[in-house]
């Protein structure tokens, strides 16, 4: 075999010619979006985004509502400004299409922390325990309804 022979074979075999396999599925491997389930999803997308960009605000502007939480929660008051930076740039990824699913795995970060925070003070489980979880599934929740994305993900589990 010439060497002439082995790199037009290499080149063929790697070009990307029609008899390569692809790497994109085909357009029919899309999960299909209903109008209703993009809606529902930017609704559940709306409440907690809402929620938690209120909570941001509150930590971000120091108010003495976060002050005081935060101290019930043992933490040091020079913590509240940095949580609610983190929880902006959380929420800034969240809302952006492209960014979305990223900002979703930041905030379930977020949310471990809060629920360990709770555990550790043998707070009430389904009122101060759990309450990071349910704004988990929200979060994750319209992300699911409105992405496709997300749902071909889990579609080819």
Known sequence: MSATTSTLDFTTRFSGSPSAPSATPPASAD?????????????????ISLLLAMDAAVKVFMLPAAIDGTAQLGFP???????????????????????????????????????????????????HTLSPIYAAILLWGGLWLRDRRLRNVFAKV
């Open 77 to 127: 008051p020079a913590v509240v400004l940095p949580l609610g930076l983190i929880e902006v740039a959380c929420l800034v990824l969240y809302l952006i299409p492209r960014t979305s699913i990223l900002g979703a795995v930041l905030w379930t970060g977020y949310f471990g922390g809060a629920v360990a925070t709770h555990v550790r003070l043998d707070n009430p489980l389904f009122t």
């Open 31 to 47: 999960v299909p979006l209903s109008r209703l389930s993009i809606l529902a999803g930017r609704v559940l997308t709306t409440i």
